[in-house]
């Protein structure tokens, strides 16, 4: 459930990112949303709905963890193992976003919002702890 409200969240940050399809005709009014590619994009699209825009968190019915000025994220395997795993109300994004996705993702909350930890996470470094959703887990 979990799940579900945190996806829908990030669904509705989404359309911002959306553009008509080309060509004049509009497909009946079908709106194709550009496929996030680049860590600030990823964070507009996914995060920042939770996280906020200026990735301070917030406090609500829960407590959404800041990323800004985050010493946690020094070392690039704890948010990694976060936005792969999940912890708390957060799920992770494994089977959700590609490994580039969020490889791009991490580091650039890693070198933004008052984070100054500058080397970059590669989609390698991603898939040593992305694993995929066991089938018909419950």
Known sequence: MRKIIVLTAALI??????QTSGGGDTG?????????????QVYGAVCQACHMA??????????IPALANNPRLAGAAYPIMIVTGGKGAMPGFVGTLSNAQMAEAVTYIRT????SYAK??????????AKPPAAGGH
């Open 13 to 18: 940050a989404f359309p911002a990112m959306a």
């Open 112 to 115: 933004h919002f008052g984070n």
């Open 54 to 63: 200026d990735a301070k968190g917030a406090t609500g019915a829960g407590t």
């Open 120 to 129: 970059p996470v590669t989609e390698g470094d991603v898939a040593k702890f």
């Open 28 to 40: 009946g009014g079908v709106v194709r949303a550009q496929k996030p590619v680049t860590g600030e």
